[in-house]
């Protein structure tokens, strides 16, 4: 994807596309479940106005230091793909005969995709990457990795505003925590229903990512989490 778009559009449709579906969705998933374990840590019954502040400085402390981490293990994760492409890249290079490339590159594609491959297929693919530049093989940082990893920081930690909204707003713990997993709940089933939308199913995916949600904010608040 070109990182030039023209239009107004152009930032969303880049930052959109630096993330799949898929990772978008992980990392709501993610913050709403990170935030959600605090939020509904408070003893409703006994919490004050120092125990919600404390509360909302812990959620959104732990949010952006999970946010941090995450973005940095995506980079790293990037990063590592990167140079597990530049070493394939190499070893095709490197091989012995013509066949023993074929079968690296083989190596380096999905298992589902290798059987509706032919010869010609593999060999056009090892003349390509054989003719490619050093330095577009070489391993390095690029503007999307950047990117992607700030999206990451972006979607844990402002995940976490909607859901601790309620609690500054409102001065009754009880019905603070039931606005605030009302929203929560919506966002899960908001991300479930985006990630739907490309699989053909977004009510299911969106019931699902709520239910699922849901259960391991238990599991968290029930393992001290």
């Given at each position: 994807?070109?990182?030039?778009?023209?239009?107004?559009?152009?930032?969303?449709?880049?930052?959109?596309?630096?993330?799949?579906?898929?990772?978008?969705?992980?990392e709501?998933?993610?913050?709403?479940?990170?935030?959600?374990?605090?939020?509904?840590?408070?003893?409703?019954?006994?919490a004050?106005?120092?125990?919600?502040?404390?509360?909302?400085?812990?959620?959104?402390?732990?949010?952006?230091?999970?946010?941090?981490?995450?973005?940095?293990?995506?980079?790293?994760?990037?990063?590592?793909?990167r140079?597990?492409?530049?070493?394939?890249?190499?070893?095709v290079?490197?091989?012995?005969?013509?066949?023993?490339?074929?079968?690296?590159?083989?190596?380096?594609?999905?298992?589902?995709?290798?059987?509706?491959?032919?010869?010609?297929?593999?060999?056009?693919?090892?003349?390509?990457?054989?003719?490619?530049?050093?330095?577009?093989?070489?391993?390095?940082?690029?503007?999307?990795?950047?990117?992607?990893?700030?999206?990451?920081?972006?979607?844990?930690?402002?995940?976490?505003?909607?859901?601790?909204?309620?609690?500054?707003?409102?001065?009754?713990?009880?019905?603070?925590?039931?606005?605030?997993?009302?929203?929560?709940?919506?966002?899960?089933?908001?991300?479930?229903?985006?990630?739907?939308?490309?699989?053909?199913?977004?009510?299911?995916?969106?019931?699902?990512?709520?239910?699922?949600?849901?259960?391991?904010?238990?599991?968290?608040?029930?393992?001290?989490?």
């Open positions: 994807m070109s990182e030039k778009v023209p239009g107004n559009g152009g930032s969303k449709r880049l930052f959109y596309g630096v993330l799949n579906p898929v990772e978008r969705s992980n709501v998933l993610f913050g709403l479940i990170m935030v959600m374990t605090f939020t509904n840590s408070l003893s409703t019954t006994e004050g106005r120092a125990d919600v502040r404390s509360m909302l400085i812990g959620a959104v402390g732990c949010n952006l230091a999970w946010g941090i981490i995450d973005a940095v293990m995506y980079f790293m994760s990037s990063m590592a793909e140079k597990l492409s530049e070493r394939t890249v190499h070893r290079r490197t091989a012995d005969d013509v066949e023993a490339a074929r079968e690296i590159v083989a190596e380096a594609l999905p298992g589902i995709i290798v059987p509706a491959l032919s010869s010609e297929d593999l060999e056009r693919i090892r003349r390509h990457l054989a003719s490619l530049p050093d330095d577009e093989v070489r391993a390095r940082p690029t503007t999307r990795d950047v990117i992607s990893a700030l999206g990451v920081f972006l979607l844990v930690f402002l995940c976490t505003f909607p859901v601790v909204f309620p609690f500054i707003v409102m001065t009754n713990a009880l019905a603070a925590v039931k606005v605030s997993n009302a929203i929560a709940t919506a966002l899960l089933f908001l991300a479930g229903y985006t990630l739907g939308r490309h699989s053909g199913h977004p009510v299911r995916l969106a019931l699902a990512m709520v239910a699922i949600g849901l259960i391991l904010v238990a599991l968290a608040s029930a393992l001290g989490g």
